[in-house]
């Protein structure tokens, strides 16, 4: 298993990369917000790998960060998403952005993204959304600078719910059920009575 490739960045495009270490020209494949952090060619890079063997082939993929690694080999696991497919997601959306939209149930925001079909994109909602912590969606979405108009009532809502006793993947789930259920609920305080009503 390779964990990460370390060398000089011999050449860069937006969906790939070689990195040169210890004489050896390694191609990786990468998604657009790794390409934003590399520097010029000719710099030193590392970037967390994941090596992809099948029986025809044999593919490198490369990360800036753990996050985004993360999120790949999630998406890689719902079936029926491959990992090009899963790349495409990520180069299409912030890892805060597509958290946010997998733990509210927003599948319209994922098929949004160029090659993502509406049955993929639900799909991911169903397969991920116990896997994706929407706080977590939320402080990365901040991190990032990214708005999410939903982002503020969902987080007062699950910190109120979290506040009631329950746990925040049990919070977590019950403002996600509501949302893919009534996507138009526009304030924490009925996101919040309808979780607990649905409980």
Known sequence: MIAYIRGTLAEKGPDRVVI????????????????????????????????????????????????????????????????????????????????????????????SIKGVGKKTAEKICVELKDKVSALAALAANSRGGAGDSKAPVIRDAILALTSLGFSEEVANKMVSKVLASDPAVKDAETLIRLALSSK
């Open 20 to 111: 040169e270490a210890g004489g050896v020209g390694y191609e990786l494949l990468i998604p657009v917000s790794t390409f934003d952090r590399l520097p010029r060619e000719g710099g030193e890079a590392k970037l967390l790998a994941w090596h992809c063997v099948r029986e025809d082939d044999e593919m490198l993929f490369g990360f800036a960060t753990k996050e985004e690694r993360e999120m790949f080999l999630k998406l890689t696991q719902v079936s029926g998403v491959g990992p090009k497919i899963a790349l495409a997601i990520l180069s299409g959306s912030s890892i805060g952005e597509l958290s946010l939209a997998i733990a509210s149930g927003n599948a319209k925001r994922i098929s």
